[in-house]
């Protein structure tokens, strides 16, 4: 056939009368003919051109029609063609003709009868284009196949209706280990876990013309894979195509942990720089507190002393005086030790710890500070997660104290089986949590908060106090 | 003999209290007036005009350095002498370089300070011993 879809006859006659007759007779658009004069032309022409049908004088000169006939059965690419031998009735070439009873073979005998001829010639040309058609459909066939069987996916069709699995290819036992045989008449669900099954059954409820799952399946080997299902729904059948995504699976889960191990380094170096930063902060206080206060109040003894030797008349009462601001010396020493050694908690427990903390506050008169807390007995945990709620409680209580200009707050402390809340709110100026960046006391606080894993909320507006929130979980 | 008179300009409660006894042992001396802060201190020596103020150099509002410039500009007259527990020699330097006529620690003896501002009152400047021991 040639490329505009044409069928192409070979009209093979060394009589030019005899072609112009047959050209005449077979003429029609959808047909090209074309001639040779000799045996061998026709041969030539056969091999270049893309014949479909080759009419062919049995009496020739050179080559007769049934040698010519013989050479091109043995060519692949002229085996295929039909040959409708045109010849005087003889019995000799009705026997010869006999030899080639496979194939599509047939006779003319001359003189032609017009609608023999054409009948004739009709008939095996239509064959030819089946056969042809035929052919290359059986090559696209096979090309799928190959496709198919050396696909890495699963391939295969299953009935929508019953789930079994119709046809499946290689690619099946590659990845789950059971073979096409094995597989074939089972239903789909045989091979995935019973959670996959109503899930992918739900999908189903849908209505959709395309599913897409993922599943965790079990191998013949008792190893298990996750595989990527695509599955196309159409004329009661599922066509699948089913990938192993185990590696991908893999590699993303380490991706994951190594960026879950890089981002926990991050928290630590950042909990170690506060804690640094607190830390260094403390010790410019604990300086300060030294120098600013105790010290001066000292320097004030040593005066009245050196005074008092050269006044005696004063002695007595520089002395006093003197007694006096050392004992303030001495109280300024005890709150500063007091606020650097963790308290004992262990001996009076976090509740009655921030109690205490509460009652030298309200000593002071400018803050009024209560503990609320359902808690009877005392709380069973851990004792240095004791020492940092009471220094949060601390740090907190500072803060409100330098900055809230609050006249209550309050501490409240409650505890299930998973839990540990605790908050202090207070009734102060409160701040913009979304405009102030958290101060070195909040960092701080947030910092003790990290190292339990606890959470950390501060609520506030300005004018409407702050609430600090903490819950850390218990175990 | 006019009295000299004198301010001080300190926070620390105590320290105030130990200044008024030792200056009322001082019968040349008049106390003008005492402040805790700067922002206290400008309006009395305003009023007082006093002959010496003693400044504290740590205050709550104002650093020492930064206290100068105001008083004396509220009380040009005035006579600085910066008292601070600091006994390294470059707050000192810097005191006077600002305007200051003397600088003492807390530490002083009694006799230094009374030194200090009899030295201030002649017009001499005075650094007290344990920073000029120092260096």
């Known amino acids: ?475 | 003999m006019k009295q000299i008179t004198l301010a001080f300009v300190e926070d620390h409660k105590l320290v105030r209290q130990m200044w008024m006894t030792l200056f009322e042992e001082m019968p040349e001396v008049k106390i003008a007036g005492e402040s805790g802060s700067l922002a206290e201190a400008i309006p009395m020596i305003t009023e007082q005009q006093p002959d010496i103020v003693l400044l504290d150099i740590n205050l709550p509002d104002a650093s020492g350095l930064d206290a100068v410039p105001y008083i004396l500009e509220s009380s040009p007259k005035t006579r600085i002498v910066a008292v601070s527990m600091h006994n390294q020699a470059s707050y000192a330097r810097q005191m006077l370089e600002l305007g200051a006529r003397a600088y003492v620690t807390k530490n002083s003896s009694p006799e230094e300070i009374f030194e200090a501002v009899k030295a201030v009152m002649r017009g001499e400047q005075y650094i007290c011993e344990e920073i000029r021991n120092a260096n």
């Open chain 1, 1 to 475: 056939m040639m490329e505009n879809g044409k069928a192409v006859i070979l009209i093979v006659d060394d009589k030019p009368a005899n072609i112009l007759v047959l050209e005449s007779l077979l003429g029609s658009p959808d047909r090209t003919l074309i001639s040779a004069n000799s045996g061998s032309e026709a041969l030539k022409k056969a091999l270049e051109e893309e014949v479909d049908l080759i009419i062919l004088d049995v009496q020739m000169p050179d080559i007769d029609g049934f040698e010519v006939a013989q050479l091109l059965k043995q060519k692949k690419r002229t085996r295929d063609i039909p040959i409708i031998f045109a010849t005087a009735e003889s019995k000799e070439h009705s026997f010869v003709m006999q030899g080639y009873s496979e194939g599509a073979i047939d006779y003319l005998f001359k003189p032609l009868d017009p609608d023999i001829a054409r009948a004739k010639v009709a008939v095996l040309l239509k064959l030819q284009m089946q056969q042809k058609e035929l052919r290359e459909k059986n090559i696209s066939l096979q090309n799928a196949a190959l496709l198919i069987n050396n696909s890495a996916d699963i391939i295969g069709i299953i009935d929508a209706e019953s789930f079994m699995i119709e046809e499946i290819n290689p690619a099946f036992q590659v990845i789950l280990g059971f073979s096409p045989q094995e597989a074939i008449n089972k239903s789909l669900f045989y091979f995935l876990q019973p959670e996959d099954e109503s899930r992918v059954k739900e999908m189903l409820d849908a209505r959709k013309d395309r599913l897409s799952f993922e599943t965790y399946t079990l191998c013949k080997d008792q190893t298990w894979k996750w595989l990527h299902w695509n599955i196309v729904v159409s004329k009661e059948k599922w066509f699948v195509n089913t990938r192993d995504i185990t590696e991908q699976k893999f590699a993303e889960k380490r991706k994951q942990e190594q960026e879950r191990a890089e981002q926990s380094l991050k928290q630590h170096k950042l909990i170690t720089e506060v804690t640094i930063q607190a830390q260094e902060k403390e010790r410019t206080e604990l300086g300060r507190e030294l120098h600013d206060n105790i010290n001066q109040i000292l320097a004030t003894v040593r005066m009245y002393l050196k005074m008092s030797a050269t006044n005696p008349s004063k002695q007595e009462e520089l002395i006093a005086r003197s007694a006096d601001n050392l004992d303030h010396a001495i109280e300024e020493i005890r709150k500063l030790s007091k606020s650097l050694v963790a308290p004992s908690l262990g001996d009076m427990g976090l509740l009655v710890a921030l109690k205490e903390l509460a009652e030298e506050i309200n000593i002071a008169g400018d803050l009024k500070v209560s503990v609320i807390t359902e808690i009877t007995e005392s709380i069973k945990i851990d004792k240095n997660m004791e020492v940092m709620l009471y220094r949060i409680a601390q740090e907190q209580l500072n803060n409100v104290r330098k900055y809230a200009s609050a006249t209550h707050a309050v501490i409240s402390l409650s505890m299930d089986r998973r839990h540990l809340s605790f908050s202090i709110a207070d009734d102060g100026i409160g701040f913009d949590t979304t405009q102030k960046a958290k101060g070195i006391g909040l960092k701080n606080i947030s910092s003790r908060v990290d190292f339990y894993s606890g959470d950390l909320s501060i609520n506030s507006e300005p004018g409407k106090g702050c609430e600090l929130e903490i819950s850390i979980p218990l175990h």
